[in-house]
């Protein structure tokens, strides 16, 4: 097995985007995985339509921003070359993907490769009817699809159309190894979260969730929070819920409701107990080697390595993202010259090691690697 060519297109018209899809030397026997960024110009109904008409297998959705080494853009697109035995799987329901998945029960699949709607709130649940199928035979990466800018229109596409909400898994029999890390920590906690539903957190230690946030940040930091400047100051002080043996799985509160409700990314089970975090420097510092150095299986010659990255990571760190790019690209090629680390900067991100549930992740970054040899694991 060669390895796979992958591609990087800054601001590609749909006929270059054809044009290298249907002369790729893989496209006849491999399945296309596309990551698009919003203020791309491509016509997402032409793409699909042209790729099926061609025969080309594909999933893929579109982002805040695609990443390609240490640089971001908001026109870009990455094309990466998947097995040709993967399957996918677009589903909006639990019952939907039952029903779809049925022909596929005896199959033995090792990684899924997983897109859905980052502001969706039936994403958890999507998660764990793909666990409840797939259990820990599989790794998961993946990440939370959308726009900032616009969010009528279709984010997340396949050889069967597209689509604004939903999730898409594509499944394959070659192994991978994934890893994932943020860096934050603890800064004030615990609270409860007394009452939720999905995402949304509506009190914590049986008061107004907004008041409780408003009040700890105005003692502790004395930071005064309204909803006028909500979004610019929640962005640094996420929640996080503890994980025994594990990171803090983050959430991050994006905006106030009416009633004072905290919408997060990623539900929040009622009655969890949640901190208030922060991120100092030195757990900065560390994040981009700990987590190549916890992702990758050096005993193996690697095919290819793909990145979410949390869009809202990015406007926290500010300039001190693309450092933090950098030092991951700079770790991967240390060992791995040809390898490019590319990706998107998603709403959210999707996580399992094959060790347990999958995760929704916030401010986080994901990393995955496959690998020539058939069998690393």
Not at 104 to 113: D, E, G, M, Q, R
Not at 349 to 375: A, H, Q, R, T, W
Request: overall charge neutral; proline content about 2%.
């Amino acid at each position: 097995m060669k390895r796979r060519e992958v591609m990087y297109l800054k601001n590609p018209s749909l006929n270059e985007i054809l044009y290298l899809l249907e002369t790729n030397v893989f496209s006849n026997n491999s399945f296309a995985f596309i990551l698009i960024g919003e203020d791309s110009k491509i016509p997402l109904d032409e793409l699909v339509n042209s790729l099926n008409n061609k025969n080309i297998k594909f999933t893929g959705g579109v982002f805040p921003k695609i990443i390609n080494n240490n640089e971001t853009s908001s026109t870009g697109v990455v094309i990466k070359w998947l097995p040709h035995n993967a399957i996918s799987i677009y589903f909006d329901s639990s019952k939907t993907f039952s029903r779809q998945f049925s022909e596929f029960s005896k199959v033995t699949f090792s990684t899924a490769y997983v897109l859905t709607s980052g502001i969706s709130s039936d994403s958890s649940e999507h998660l764990r009817s793909l666990y409840t199928y797939l259990g820990n035979d599989v790794k998961f990466i993946g990440g939370g699809a959308g726009r900032i800018k616009e969010q009528n229109e279709g984010i997340l596409i396949s050889n069967d159309g597209v689509f604004n909400t939903g999730t898409i898994i594509t499944l394959t029999k070659n192994k991978a190894t994934t890893g994932s890390l943020h860096g934050w920590t603890k800064l004030y906690g615990p609270f409860i979260a007394t009452k939720t539903d999905k995402n949304f957190i509506k009190e914590l230690n049986w008061e107004n969730a907004f008041v409780v946030y408003q009040r700890f940040l105005k003692t502790i930091l004395d930071i005064k929070i309204n909803k006028e400047n909500f979004e610019a100051n929640s962005i640094h002080y996420p929640f996080g819920i503890y994980k025994e043996s594990s990171e803090y799985i983050i959430r991050d509160p994006m905006r106030i409701t009416e009633k004072g409700y905290l919408q997060c990314v990623g539900n929040i089970p009622e009655n969890s107990v949640i901190d208030l975090m922060t991120m100092k420097e030195e757990d900065f510092k560390s994040v981009s080697k700990n987590l190549v150095y916890q992702s990758i299986d050096t005993k193996f010659k690697i095919n290819d390595v793909l990145i979410f990255n949390c869009i809202s990571r990015k406007n926290h760190l500010n300039n001190d993202f693309y450092l933090e790019l950098s030092n991951l690209t700079e770790e991967i090629k240390s060992t791995q010259k040809k390898v490019n680390l590319e990706g998107a900067l998603s709403i959210g991100e999707i996580y399992s090691n094959g060790e347990g549930y999958p995760e929704i992740l916030n401010k986080s970054i994901v990393l995955g690697f496959s690998y020539l040899d058939k069998n690393a694991n």
